[in-house]
């Protein structure tokens, strides 16, 4: 082996194996962006994250380029009165699968930096704890009547 594959092998072992041990990420699955009728400041996305690791996976933060501000939230009703409060983490077990949809957990979707028009798709990039990055997407829909 001369010194150039010898650095190729090396380099192999220092990159490519962190990214092969974490090849299995979760999925984000059915994601969707629910369309105002009229022009609003924030919106709300869903969708299911699934995670068919061997890990748990615990999602610490969110973001997306079309928005200026994410965030995952929960609504819950307290006293009769929906209210809706940031979540800091969310955990997912293996095999397990974390819904998010109108009435429960969303996304929270603030500053557009466009219109968003019906049909087009957004990225949303969640953060995990072990510093990897899971990717979706999110389909503009007009909630059904
Ligand atoms: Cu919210």
Do not use: Y
């Not at 307290?78 to 409060?85: A, P, Q």
Request: glycine content about 8%; charged content about 20%.
């Amino acid at each position: 082996m001369n010194l150039f594959r010898a650095c190729a092998f090396a380099l192999c072992l220092l990159f490519v194996l962190p990214a092969c041990a974490r090849e299995c990420t979760p999925q984000v699955r059915d994601g969707w962006i629910r369309l105002t009728p009229v022009k609003m400041p924030m919106m709300a996305g869903f969708g299911r994250i699934e995670n068919r690791c061997p890990t748990p996976v615990t999602i610490t933060g969110v973001r997306s380029p079309a928005f200026g501000d994410v965030s995952l939230h929960e609504t819950r009703i307290v006293d009769g009165v929906s209210r809706m409060r940031a979540l800091p983490e969310l955990r997912i077990v293996p095999e397990g699968a974390a819904v998010l949809k109108p009435g429960g957990m969303h996304l929270m979707l603030m500053q557009p930096h466009a219109p968003l028009k019906e049909g087009s798709r957004v990225v949303v990039e969640f953060t995990l704890k072990d510093g990897g990055v899971l990717r979706g997407e999110l389909e503009v829909r007009k909630p059904a009547p």
